[in-house]
């Protein structure tokens, strides 16, 4: 979505909002593992012996073991898409829009979605755990939590009294 910022009033509302992102990216996580293994067994036959598939069938394997922590990056990164590795790329850059017309791209696609989907779980799961520190201190019912959130992760609360005049003056407009 990009960057926003939310109020919630309500402990327990922050909690569901943050299970039901964390739910919804694990089952595009679930669905991109299941396709890029999809992809790799469909490219065993053609494709075992070259250097991408390799790399790509290790990783994958290393992905399922670990479905329950889900991996925080990749480290033998494939060449392709940024032009700085020494194996030749897949890509061809057109004007803005690099493109890729094997099943080497599309495995590279699925891999950096789903790492980028485990960083957003990592992200998500960090920030619940801090609310629930918040619930254990004891706060209250008369706060509000306004939080940004940058690419679908919060990662600043502001905690605020629901009866702070202050607050309730920012949103008000004079008129003579």
């Known amino acids: ?16 909002y943050l299970i039901d992102q964390i739910n919804q990216y694990r089952a595009l ?3 991109y593992s299941q396709w890029l293994g999809s992809l790799l067994r469909s490219c ?5 012996n070259e ?11 290393n992905m399922r073991g ?4 889900m991996p925080e990056t990749r480290n033998g990164k494939k060449g392709g898409g940024n032009g700085k590795s020494s194996e030749p790329s ?11 017309t094997t099943e080497q791209g599309q495995a590279e696609i699925l891999f950096e979605a789903i790492e980028e989907i485990s960083s957003k779980i990592q992200g998500l799961e960090k920030f619940k755990s801090g609310t629930q520190q ?4 004891g706060f209250g019912k008369n706060v509000n939590y306004i939080t940004l959130i940058k690419d679908d992760v919060p990662c600043k609360i502001v905690i605020r009294s629901k009866n702070s005049v202050q607050g309730s003056e920012a949103f008000s407009f004079m008129t003579d």
């Open 66 to 69: 670990a479905a329950k922590k």
């Open 51 to 61: 250097d991408w598939y390799q790399k790509s069938a290790s990783l994958q394997k």
């Open 134 to 137: 918040l619930e254990r201190i």
């Open 1 to 16: 979505m990009g960057t926003e910022i939310r109020t919630f009033s309500h402990l327990k509302e922050m909690n569901d």
């Open 29 to 31: 996580y679930e669905d």
């Open 90 to 100: 897949c890509w061809v850059s057109s004007g803005e829009i690099l493109r890729c």
């Open 44 to 48: 065993e036959e053609n494709c075992k």
